[in-house]
């Protein structure tokens, strides 16, 4: 017979948790006293494995959202991880503010000066020959304005026509 715990020790931090601590998984684990199965790392632990691998590697986290973007805009996607490495600045500078990249988070969200995968031309999609790693604050900035409409932000502010 199984057993079922409510305490487990986490296999990465070594505490000893109650069941809701760890996530539910389908396929395989230990049981829960509602004889569900769970991770055998506690959340906290997950976490941080998932920023440390992203610290070393934004790619494949870069490639999974702009897929998950695609996919709720509806737009073309048919790039690959080497299609991001060709488009990567070789000095890991964000080419739009030439400051250096920063892998990491900030208050759960990636940092401004994380590198951030753009459309070029925002509906043609994540397609080849249309995206640029910039920094995320530049990315977000830019959002889906067209370049007569980033043209007027600059402007309005250079010219104080907000006074
Ligand atoms: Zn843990």
Redesign the pocket.
């Known amino acids: 017979m199984k057993k079922l715990r409510e305490f487990k020790l986490?296999?990465?931090?070594?505490?000893e948790?109650s069941y809701g601590?760890f996530r539910e998984r389908k396929d395989t684990g230990w049981t829960d006293i509602n004889n569900k199965l769970r991770y055998t790392?506690?959340?906290?632990?997950?976490k941080?494995r998932f920023k440390e691998a992203y610290k070393r590697n934004p790619i494949p986290q870069m490639l999974s959202n702009s897929k998950i973007r695609a996919k709720a805009k509806n737009l073309a996607h048919n790039i690959t991880t080497e299609d991001i490495k060709k488009v990567w600045p070789k000095d890991n500078i964000c080419p739009v503010l030439k400051k250096p990249f920063e892998m990491g988070f900030k208050l759960g969200k990636t940092k401004s000066m994380a590198p951030s995968l753009d459309k070029i031309i925002p509906n043609k999609g994540y397609i080849r020959g249309n995206i640029v790693v910039i920094s995320d604050i530049v990315n977000r900035l830019k959002s889906d304005a067209s370049l007569e409409d980033l043209k007027k932000i600059l402007n309005f502010y250079i010219k104080n026509e907000y006074k």
């Open positions: 986490c296999r990465k931090c070594n505490k948790l601590k790392y506690c959340r906290e632990c997950e941080k």
